[in-house]
């Protein structure tokens, strides 16, 4: 373990924020201020806020919906994840783009689009670039257990594997794409059993152990800098709400989500600093108010921020 304490308490702060985030999400889409979709992460806070962790200023994410921790991570702030969300003007896209679809290149955020898997080959991309450049940057991506099934997975991989490049795939199986099982999406048992397929290293890892995560992302990093080409990690986890808000995944088993809970990503990373005596009650409880001002300020600067004018529409967009 090399995270000192000072990182741990950082990491510990943005599984906090990427929870807060959501749950505040959550809120102002029950209020009626939210524009689209609410997609949750709960739950899988430890997969984005840990991998997004283990990179280093220059190198380059594609989130997912998934993955509001990792743009955290990355600087991103919780007033532009919620004016996004509510379409509003000062927002990063300026109220024309839903959700996460939002990125900047100068923070090493490439914006994803809906289409799943698509970020695969973009990112491979990103890889091609830096090893052509000859430039010690790694590029990395995720994608869902249903993400894994289509086309765009498999060329964005097969090429990356081919090519040599610094590519990290992040496979969150959550056990369900929207309504759909994963034992209904695919005939292997494990996900990183297909990196065989491409001559890959393929990792499991336990996706509710944020150092775990951190641990399986720093190496796949360190290998794709050293020239040795891309890892497919799969990060078990459980996706513990609908696919959306507006989804009550009555099709998942109670009896599921409950062992889930107990296995919480954020409850077991406090237990873990609290026996290891890695965080005093003094210092979460510092974090937590910290924490919950800027969520309460956030809230207030994004709701008070005004709608685009609708002259404005059609200004940067491609055509
Ligand atoms: C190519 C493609 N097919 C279908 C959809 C519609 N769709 C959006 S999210 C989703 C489920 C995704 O499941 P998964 O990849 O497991 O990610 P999760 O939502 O569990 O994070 C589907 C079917 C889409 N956006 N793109
Ligand atoms: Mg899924």
Do not use: C
Not at 85 to 98: F, L, S, V
Not at 277 to 284: G, H, N, P, Y
């Amino acid at each position: 373990m090399t995270l000192t304490r000072a990182q741990l308490h950082e990491l510990y702060y943005y599984l906090r924020l990427n929870r807060r985030v959501d749950e505040q999400l959550t809120n102002l889409y029950r209020q009626g201020k939210v524009v689209g979709g609410v997609y949750s992460s709960l739950g899988q806070e430890a997969i984005s806020v840990g991998t997004a962790y283990a990179l280093g200023p220059e190198d380059f994410i594609g989130p997912m919906i998934r993955n509001v921790g990792a743009m955290l991570v990355r600087g991103y702030r919780p007033r532009d994840v919620f004016l996004q969300y509510m379409a509003r003007q000062d927002g990063p896209t300026g109220g024309r783009d839903a959700n996460t679809h939002f990125g900047d290149l100068a923070r090493g955020v490439v914006a994803p689009i809906s289409v799943l898997g698509e970020l695969v080959p973009v990112l491979a991309g990103v890889g091609l670039a830096a090893k052509i450049r000859k430039e010690k940057r790694v590029a990395l991506t995720y994608v869902g257990d249903g993400a894994t099934s289509t086309t765009q997975f498999h060329e964005g991989v097969n090429f990356a594997a081919v090519a040599k490049l610094p590519l990290i795939v992040i496979a969150e199986n959550n056990g369900w794409a929207y309504s759909t099982p994963v034992e209904k999406q695919m005939a292997v048992k494990d996900i990183a059993e297909r990196a065989k397929a491409y001559g890959i290293p393929g990792v499991i890892v336990d996706g509710n152990d944020v150092l775990a995560v951190y641990e399986a992302a720093r190496a796949a990093a360190d290998r794709a800098r050293r020239g040795l080409g891309p890892t497919l990690i799969e990060a078990k986890t459980m996706r513990m709400k609908g696919h959306a808000e507006h989804d009550d995944a009555r099709y998942v088993p109670q009896a599921v989500l409950e062992k889930w809970r107990k296995k919480d990503p954020i409850l077991r990373f406090e237990k873990y600093l609290a026996e290891k005596r890695l965080m005093t009650a003094s210092e979460r409880a510092a974090l937590e108010a910290r924490m919950e001002k800027e969520i309460r300020e956030d809230v207030a600067f994004a709701e008070s921020s005004p709608f685009p004018p609708p002259e404005d529409a059609a200004r940067p967009v491609w055509a």
